[in-house]
């Protein structure tokens, strides 16, 4: 375990060296200067001043399905730790990416002959529903209050390893697991908060990076907040789906597991403990799946930013030319 956490330090040590190469690449290039027009802003300079916010995801996202890689491959080799270093490895490969997004430094705003200033303050929830918001918090509460509860219903193991659900009526006693206790409910918590603690620090970068300096380019600039938000949170609510579905599935098989073999009359499983056990085992794969989609839809967007914040703009101008500032 105490490799794992080496490794993890290590990969936050290349997010700091990293965010500071660009950060100091950034400050030794010259700024460049555009000129302000009335007319709409050119395709290319759009495209230009898309690119650094696609890197940017596109960095994130290929860092952390390497550090996914690299801690995968060194939580294999760990023994004796009944599968808890692999449990972690998605949750840490997703913080370390969305810490590395907040980490990298903004781009050097090229000088420009009229300024875009926005006078409404701009916080890391102003750039989507309210909704997109609550969901994923209540999906944290509801997980880490799960895992609260799988870990107060835990027995420990022979190592006393709080791992195993335990039934017991007088002289018969039956235990099942692996079960999602205080052994595994513990660091998964702690990931949870780092997964939210890095999105949140995600958001903030998204919210503080400076406008675009051409006014022309104020809808677009709203765009790619709005569409990197969503990256962002998708992201962190696929990962918390997918844990909570990961996590339901054990607790859902150890229980029932328990339910069936706690059968003192032999008139079958214990009951309702059996059809609960086995719902929750049902549901589980349910939200593995819907978490991956998420991260699907997430990654796709990421890759799409350029195409997709134009695109998102030309269908307003093409539908309804009168309402050119609705966007922003």
């Avoid at 903004?106 to 890391?124: E, H």
């Avoid at 918090?137 to 190592?159: F, M, Q, R, W």
Wanted: aromatic share 8%; with cysteine.
């Amino acid at each position: 375990m105490s490799h794992l956490l080496v490794l993890f330090l290590s990969s936050a040590l290349a997010v700091l060296v990293i965010s500071s190469a660009a950060r100091w690449i950034s400050s030794k290039r010259p700024a460049r200067s555009i000129p302000a027009g009335s007319g709409p802003a050119s395709k290319s300079s759009e495209n230009r001043a898309m690119l650094f916010a696609q890197l940017r995801a596109l960095a994130s996202i290929a860092f952390a399905v390497v550090l996914f890689l690299a801690l995968l491959r060194a939580s294999i080799a760990f023994t004796g730790q009944v599968g808890l270093p692999l449990a972690l490895t998605a949750g840490l490969s997703a913080s370390g990416g969305l810490l590395l997004y907040s980490s990298l430094p903004a781009p050097m705003p090229p000088r420009t002959g009229a300024a875009n200033a926005s006078l409404v303050p701009r916080k890391p929830w102003s750039f989507g529903p309210r909704r997109s918001f609550l969901v994923p918090a209540a999906i944290a509460v509801c997980y880490v209050g799960l895992l609260v509860a799988t870990g107060l219903t835990s027995s420990p193991d022979e190592l006393g390893r709080y791992r195993l659900i335990r039934l017991a009526d007088g002289a018969h006693s039956t235990s099942a697991g692996p079960y999602p206790g205080w052994f595994y409910s513990v660091p998964l918590m702690l990931v949870t908060v780092a997964l939210a603690g890095s999105a949140c620090l995600a958001l903030r970068r998204i919210s503080s990076t400076p406008s675009l300096p051409d006014p022309r380019m104020a809808a677009l600039d709203m765009r790619w907040r709005e569409i990197s938000t969503r990256v962002v949170v998708r992201l962190g609510t696929g990962a918390l789906l997918g844990y909570a579905g990961g996590t339901a599935l054990l607790a859902g098989q150890a229980v029932a597991g328990a339910a069936a073999n706690f059968n003192q009359s032999g008139h079958g499983p214990l009951q309702p403990l059996f059809a609960v056990g086995f719902a929750v085992a049902v549901a589980g794969p349910v939200l593995v799946v819907a978490g991956a989609f998420l991260i699907f839809l997430a990654a796709k967007a990421a890759f799409t930013i350029r195409s997709s914040a134009r695109h998102a703009l030309a269908k307003p101008a093409d539908q309804a030319p009168t309402s050119q500032g609705a966007g922003a």
